[in-house]
């Protein structure tokens, strides 16, 4: 597609369930990072996959948080036993993930999560 | 947590003037991005400026970098509505993860 798409756009849930939350990125791009907006916290990194790897995984909040990437492509974040303080905007990125950092990552719309 | 600060945290000003916007932070860098966010959505990239940069210019954006004093600054000239909108700086750290300070919510008024 034309950018980084993420699906759905809205998600409300409540507390205990198990959300899903996709993210498309841009074709041919290798490298794919998961943020975290909340009004407490600001902008925060949850994980990066460069392929189907994940070599930074080290802002996953907790164990009930995980992600995974198949065919180099498409990811999923899934949230487990959703807790109210997971209510956030989360974002999906991606990147060419040619020279590390030196490139800006194009962001998806992002997903509204609402854990009532 | 963030390690970047942005001042001011609102800012709001008529149409035409000029914006500006700072960002400090704390570790070394390869470089400083700027995004901006409308509506508390997606994050559209503006401009990237490398540590050996001390300023950088896209049309009305002007981006300085003062590496000693872990500090940058946006100016966005001759503001329109269209630029009302969060902006935000952000830092490599690791590999590839982006660092992002609070944020600059930027008002112009018509």
């Known amino acids: 597609g034309a950018g980084v798409s993420q699906s759905p756009s809205n998600k409300v849930t409540e507390k205990g369930k198990d959300v899903e939350l996709r993210c498309d990125p841009i074709?041919?791009?290798?490298?794919l990072y998961w943020y975290r907006q909340s009004l407490g916290q600001g902008l925060e990194f949850l994980i990066y996959?460069?392929?189907?790897?994940?070599?930074?995984k080290s802002g996953l909040p907790s164990d009930r948080f995980s992600a995974e990437r198949t065919g180099g492509s498409v990811s999923t974040l899934t949230i487990q036993r959703t807790q109210q303080e997971d209510s956030a905007v989360y974002l999906c990125?991606?990147?060419?993930?040619?020279?590390?950092?030196?490139?800006?990552?194009?962001f998806g719309p992002g997903t509204r999560l609402t854990v009532l | 947590s963030q390690q970047g600060e942005e001042d001011p945290q609102a800012l709001s000003i008529q149409e035409g003037e000029n914006a500006t916007m700072n960002c400090s932070y704390k570790?070394?860098?390869?470089?400083l991005q700027w995004y901006r966010q409308n509506s508390g959505r997606g994050l559209v990239h503006l401009i990237l400026?490398?540590?050996?940069?001390r300023e950088k210019h896209s049309g009305r954006l002007r981006v300085t970098l003062d590496t000693s004093k872990k500090s940058s600054s946006l100016l966005i000239t001759a503001s329109r509505a269209a630029d009302t909108a969060s902006y935000f700086c952000?830092?490599?750290?690791?590999?590839?993860?982006?660092?992002f300070g609070q944020g600059t919510r930027l008002t112009i008024n018509p």
């Open positions: 400026i490398r540590s050996n940069e």
């Open positions: 952000a830092t490599v750290q690791g590999a590839q993860k982006l660092v």
């Open positions: 996959f460069q392929g189907n790897s994940a070599p930074d």
């Open positions: 074709s041919g791009h290798t490298a």
């Open positions: 990125a991606s990147s060419p993930g040619g020279t590390s950092g030196s490139v800006e990552q194009f």
């Open positions: 570790t070394s860098i390869n470089n």
